[in-house]
């Protein structure tokens, strides 16, 4: 299944009409690709609530009534209160950074809630509704972006491997997973999440020639953000990214990364075809990161208010919500997410609050056995920086 781009459809409003957007390409003549409207983007419940069909994906999403509607919804209201949460904590100087989810936890809770426990998740920093999805504690979500030591959770706990930074480079590992599996036997999937910056990233074209040549058991979830921090989707593919795949042999779907139905049914259609030994298969979920890159990150610089309002109005909670409302199935669904929510960010504080940090040189202790040239000069460096702050008052970092 590739992509196709009828160019009449396109939305002006998205991504490539901002200055920020400029393409050394010939931004200005070009139709958006990347617009959720173009091409044959696959949807099951529009933003206006209504239940569509489609050729590929209807198959998968017939079991989808009212009652686990609720509780996709119970699940992607959770991970947008813990999101919020993890905001909170790095204002209040509890964590380093946080990288928001807002607006995704359609993609992210569509891919986890269609897998098996044990297959595999290999992600990157942005996939907290995977984290979630998958029983991760509270201190498993604080101590990571604190910077603490045995800040991680146990991948074999979860079935998810530790998040990666490098971009891209998990979807590698993904396939050397899916690999073993082959050689093993068994019939996990491997699972590789990423953004639409990543493929540009040399890792994720490798990745998708081993996992096409050996018919690796891997499915590719590409949640297209329309930004990699402050670079447009539009700059970097000139077409929509779910086309890529079949250069490689891969069938792919294009699927609306807020529908959280049409993510559902995408991800046990792709599941299917890599667990019946076809091979591996890839989604582009095109969604849309409604917060900045991280919470080091003013988005307010290269990407316009308009364009983020638009979005505020696919909001994947918004249209599960107005089903559910109608139905009358709302409130006891936000309330069970509430006092979830309410339990969880509370343990997420308390495991800030309770975390003993080292002293913060204590990071390059253990980085080699010898003594290192590079590893004194950093020393001589982090000391410096950290005397800037010797004029703070006491607790404030
Ligand atoms: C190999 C590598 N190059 C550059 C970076 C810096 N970097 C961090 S996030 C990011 C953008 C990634 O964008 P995307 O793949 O779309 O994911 P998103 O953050 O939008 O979820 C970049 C370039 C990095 N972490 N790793
Ligand atoms: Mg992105």
């Known amino acids: ?71 996709l919804y119970r699940d992607m209201l959770l991970v947008r209160r813990i999101d919020a949460a993890g905001v909170a904590l790095q204002r209040q100087g509890q964590l380093g ?47 990571g972006w604190r910077g603490e030591v045995f800040g991680t959770f146990d991948p074999y706990d979860l079935h998810v491997a530790t998040p990666q930074i490098i971009i891209g480079a998990q979807t590698l590992h993904a396939v050397g997973y899916a690999m073993g599996v082959q ?22 074209s490798e990745a998708m020639v081993f996992a096409a040549s050996f018919g690796a058991p891997v499915v590719f979830v590409c949640s297209n953000n329309q930004w990699a921090i402050s670079e447009p989707v539009g700059l970097q593919s000139h077409l929509p990214l779910a086309g890529r795949a079949p250069g490689f042999g891969i069938p792919s779907v294009r699927v609306d990364g807020n529908d959280v139905i049409a993510c559902t049914a995408a991800m046990r259609w792709a599941l299917d075809h890599a667990r019946s030994g076809r091979g591996p298969a890839y989604i582009e979920a095109v969604t849309y990161r409604l917060g900045p890159h991280t919470t080091s990150d003013d988005p307010t610089r290269y990407r316009s208010a308009d364009e983020v309002a638009l979005w505020r109005t696919r909001d994947p909670l918004l249209r599960v919500a107005g089903v559910l409302r109608e139905r009358g199935l709302l409130e006891a669904a936000e309330a069970e ?25 204590a990071v390059l202790d253990d980085v080699y056995a010898e003594p290192h040239t590079g590893i004194d000069r950093q020393r001589e460096q982090f000391s410096a920086y950290l005397e800037g702050f010797a004029d703070d008052e006491e607790g404030t970092r």
């Open 1 to 71: 299944m590739t992509s196709t781009v009828n160019p009449s459809t396109a939305d002006p409003t998205t991504a490539n009409t901002s200055p920020a957007n400029a393409s050394p390409a010939n931004a200005e003549a070009r139709p958006d690709p990347h617009a959720p409207a173009a091409g044959d983007l696959a949807q099951l419940l529009s933003p206006d609530g209504e239940r569509g069909a489609h050729p590929l994906l209807d198959d998968w999403a017939g079991d989808i009534d009212d009652t686990r509607l609720a509780g």
């Open 97 to 143: 950074l946080w990288a928001p989810a807002e607006g995704q936890e359609a993609v992210q809770i569509g891919i986890t809630r269609a897998c098996h426990d044990d297959d595999f998740f290999f992600t990157s920093y942005r996939e907290l509704g995977v984290l979630v999805a998958r029983g991760a504690r509270p201190a498993d979500l604080v101590l």
């Open 183 to 204: 050689r093993d036997g068994g019939d996990q999937v491997a699972v590789a999440c990423f953004g639409d910056g990543a493929t540009s990233q040399g890792d994720v």
């Open 337 to 361: 997410a509430e006092q979830a929510a309410a339990e969880f960010t509370a343990g997420m504080r308390r495991a800030a609050l309770e975390a003993t940090t080292r002293p913060p040189l």
